[in-house]
């Protein structure tokens, strides 16, 4: 299974309408970020764990699952580009293909020489968007299909006229 890491505050930073959001609501920011990773994780089937920064707040790490996506706040005196270098290494494997959502250079760097691959936080965006435009035309033909009738008619009484129109008994 491939796994997408995404450095949560690099992506915020970087993608407009969660810029703008954080400086107002930084919570509300994270939960639209994590939203749009479920909706990823769906489409694409990729195990997704999302990264914030907890570098200045003390304690330990934490770890939560919020629609099927692993949210990780890093340990005290540990960054976000720390927690996503230890977990390359952990999961990457002959089997798993590792990717890594940050625009930090640096970090790109890093995790190439460790065999992961990376997603810009502007390639990660166009991706998130292409894969709603797709699930929108998805619902629309969908939607398509189902108004062919004006007559309200229960599934199994459909599908036997479906077969009947087709020639099948």
């Known amino acids: 299974m491939d796994v997408l890491l995404v450095d949560g505050y690099n992506i915020i930073g970087d993608w407009e309408e969660l810029k703008g959001l954080k400086d107002k609501d930084l919570a509300q920011?994270?939960?639209?970020?994590?939203?749009?990773?479920?909706?990823?994780?769906?489409?694409?089937?990729?195990?997704?764990?999302?990264?914030?920064?907890?570098?200045?707040?003390?304690?330990?790490?934490?770890?939560?699952?919020?629609?099927?996506?692993?949210?990780?706040?890093?340990?005290?005196?540990?960054?976000?580009?720390?927690?996503?270098?230890?977990?390359?290494?952990?999961?990457?494997?002959?089997?798993?293909?590792?990717?890594?959502?940050?625009?930090?250079?640096?970090?790109?760097?890093?995790?190439?020489?460790?065999?992961a691959y990376r997603k810009s936080a502007r390639e990660l965006q166009v991706e998130v968007n292409n894969i709603q435009a797709e699930i929108n035309e998805e619902l629309e033909i969908f939607k398509a299909q189902q108004a062919t009738s004006k007559i309200p008619l229960k599934q199994d009484v459909l599908e036997v006229f479906e077969k009947w129109r087709r020639g099948n008994k």
Do not use: H, P
């Not at 994780?41 to 939560?64: H, L, M, N, P």
């Not at 990717?99 to 250079?105: C, R």
């Open 29 to 115: 920011a994270r939960q639209q970020l994590i939203e749009k990773m479920a909706e990823y994780q769906a489409y694409r089937g990729y195990r997704v764990i999302v990264v914030f920064d907890a570098y200045e707040v003390r304690g330990t790490e934490t770890k939560q699952k919020q629609y099927k996506i692993e949210v990780i706040y890093t340990k005290e005196q540990e960054t976000a580009d720390q927690c996503i270098e230890r977990l390359v290494k952990e999961l990457k494997n002959i089997k798993t293909k590792v990717y890594v959502a940050t625009s930090d250079y640096t970090e790109q760097r890093t995790i190439f020489q460790q065999g």
